[in-house]
C-alpha cells in the first residue's frame, strides 16, 4: 500500500514564525500537492510538483512556497504564519497520468491541523 | 470557483437503506474521482470513472456519469455504520494536463445503526 506521511498530526505557530510541513511519499510517485481544507471551502491546491525541483503554483499559492529536493519528499513553507492560515493541510502524491486516463488516483497523507495564534 | 458542487451537503439515513450524493461540474472533463474522508484523516480514493463511460461499479458502491448533463451520482447499497465520512467528487479540466483535480465541498453522510 502506498503511504505518505505527514511529520506532523497537530502544529500550533505563532504569528510571524516560519513554519515548515513536510510530507514523504514511499512508493517512487513523481506528482505530489498540497492541498488546504477548510469548512466551507472544501479542498484547495497550494501548490504541486511534476518531478524534482519543479512547482507549479495551485489556486490559492500566495504566503506559501515549496520545496522538492529528492523524488519522495516535499515541503510546504509559510514564510511568516498568518492567523488566516490557520486550516488543515493535506499532502497527496500519484503516478502521472497517462494517455488514457489522463489522471492517476491521488494518495493522502493524514494531514496536519495547524493553528497560528 | 468550485469546479464539482456534490448535493447534498448531509445526509442521515439508517444502517441499511442506500444513499445517493450527487457532484455537478462546469466544464469538460477527463474523467471523475469519488473520494471519502473520515473524521479527521486524509482523503481516500474510491472509484474513478472516465468521460467516456457510462456507469462503475464496486464493491456496494455504483457511479454514474452523464457528460451531458455535467453531473455524477455516488451510490452506497446497504449501508452500514462504518460508511459514515464525507464524501467527495474530484474533476479534472479537459483544457488543463497533468495530474491537477478540483475538489468538491463534500456530502457529510452519517449512516445511523
Known amino acids: 500500500d502506498v503511504k505518505v506521511t505527514q511529520s506532523s498530526r497537530y502544529l500550533v505557530k505563532r504569528t510571524g514564525e516560519k513554519v515548515f510541513l513536510e510530507c514523504v511519499q514511499d512508493m517512487d510517485h513523481e506528482n505530489m500537492f498540497w492541498y488546504r481544507q477548510d469548512p466551507g471551502l472544501g479542498l484547495r491546491l497550494i501548490y504541486f510538483s511534476y518531478d524534482v525541483k519543479m512547482k507549479e503554483k495551485g489556486d490559492i499559492p500566495e504566503g506559501y512556497s515549496v520545496s522538492r529536493e529528492k523524488k519522495e519528499r516535499f515541503s510546504l513553507i509559510l514564510e511568516s504564519a498568518s492567523t488566516n492560515q490557520t486550516s488543515m493541510y493535506l499532502c497527496?502524491?500519484?503516478?502521472?497520468?497517462?494517455?488514457?486516463?489522463?489522471?492517476?488516483?491521488?494518495?493522502f497523507g493524514n494531514g496536519t491541523r495547524l493553528t497560528v495564534t | 470557483s468550485q469546479q464539482g458542487e456534490e448535493d447534498p451537503q448531509a445526509l442521515s439515513i439508517q444502517e441499511g437503506e442506500n444513499a445517493t450524493m450527487n457532484c455537478s461540474y462546469k466544464t469538460s472533463i477527463n474523467n471523475l474521482q469519488w473520494y471519502r474522508q473520515n473524521s479527521g484523516r486524509g482523503l481516500v480514493h474510491l472509484i474513478l470513472i472516465r468521460s467516456n463511460e457510462r456507469e462503475k461499479h464496486s464493491g456496494r458502491l455504483r457511479v454514474t456519469l452523464d457528460t451531458s448533463k455535467k453531473s455524477s451520482s455516488l451510490l452506497i447499497t446497504a449501508s452500514r455504520a462504518a460508511d459514515t465520512a464525507s464524501y467527495f467528487c474530484?474533476?479534472?479540466?479537459?483544457?488543463?494536463?497533468?495530474?491537477?483535480?478540483?475538489f468538491g465541498e463534500g456530502t457529510q453522510l452519517t449512516v445511523n445503526p
Open positions: 474530484a474533476t479534472d479540466f479537459e483544457e488543463t494536463s497533468g495530474s491537477r483535480l478540483t
Open positions: 497527496a502524491s500519484s503516478f502521472p497520468p497517462d494517455r488514457s486516463s489522463y489522471n492517476s488516483p491521488l494518495h
